[in-house]
T-cell receptor, first 109, second 118 residues
Framework: GQNIDQPTEMTATEGAIVQINCTYQ??????LFWYQQHAGEAPTFLSY??LDGLEEKGRFSSFLSRSKGYSYLLLKELQMKDSASYLC??????????WGAGTKLIIKP | GAVVSQHPSWVICKSGTSVKIECRSL??????MFWYRQFPKQSLMLMAT?????????EQGVEKDKFLINHASLTLSTLTVTSAHPEDSSFYIC??????????????FGQGTRLTVV
């Protein structure tokens, strides 16, 4: 079956760095997306990885290892507004996004 | 700016009434759009895939007679929750994949609709 595994909740301090891990199993693979979702709002796109390696975009970076079925999202210089849920979503062979429950990130001053 | 527009952003309705939610693809003619439901603290759950000019494809456990989907044009898909009950209260989100240049990359989401059935 298809499965996403990410921590339910993480806590970090403002200004620090946090890494959110995601492991996945899908039927085929067409890339992996990370989305940010604030409570009561729709998800917003953060990053997309289709090849192995690190993609950097400002304070956010995302890493993919296809052979390990593993990705992480790295957030640097954390700000209070980064408090949100972070959703790891691989795309399967039918181009369907498979959604996990997300990781709720709490930023403390 | 937004490329998928969803309306209304919130609605309160009486039990037994029907509610229609609209989802528009603003910059791209989308033959396929997706409807999700999200309960508090849970993941997005795909309800159905809306296909322009043909019947929607519903996920297992989703009642097609209760959640009517119409994709009459390449820019508009609608979800109608018929005979709504309090247990239908949820956050409903539509999305489409991709852009003109990259049809299967990135999911663009509407703003979501918070439905409360009283």
């Amino acid at each position: 079956g298809q499965n996403i595994d990410q921590p339910t909740e993480m806590t970090a301090t403002e200004g620090a760095i946090v890494q959110i891990n995601c492991t996945y199993q899908t039927s085929g693979f067409n890339g992996l997306f990370w989305y940010q979702q604030h409570a009561g709002e729709a998800p917003t796109f953060l990053s997309y990885n289709v090849l192995d390696g690190l993609e950097e975009k400002g304070r956010f970076s995302s890493f993919l290892s296809r052979s390990k079925g593993y990705s992480y999202l790295l957030l640097k210089e954390l700000q209070m507004k980064d408090s949100a849920s972070y959703l790891c979503a691989p795309m399967d062979s039918n181009y369907q996004l498979i959604w996990g429950a997300g990781t709720k990130l709490i930023i403390k001053p | 700016g937004a490329v998928v527009s969803q309306h209304p952003s919130w609605v309160i309705c009486k039990s037994g009434t029907s509610v229609k939610i609209e989802c528009r693809s603003l910059d791209f003619q989308a033959t396929t759009m997706f409807w999700y439901r999200q309960f508090p603290k849970q993941s997005l759950m795909l309800m159905a895939t809306s296909n322009e000019g043909s019947k929607a494809t519903y996920e297992q456990g989703v009642e097609k007679d209760k959640f009517l989907i119409n994709h009459a044009s390449l820019t508009l898909s609608t979800l109608t929750v018929t005979s709504a009950h309090p247990e239908d209260s949820s956050f409903y989100i539509c999305s489409r994949l991709g852009t003109l240049d990259s049809p299967n990359t990135e999911a663009f989401f509407g703003q979501g609709t918070r439905l409360t059935v009283v």
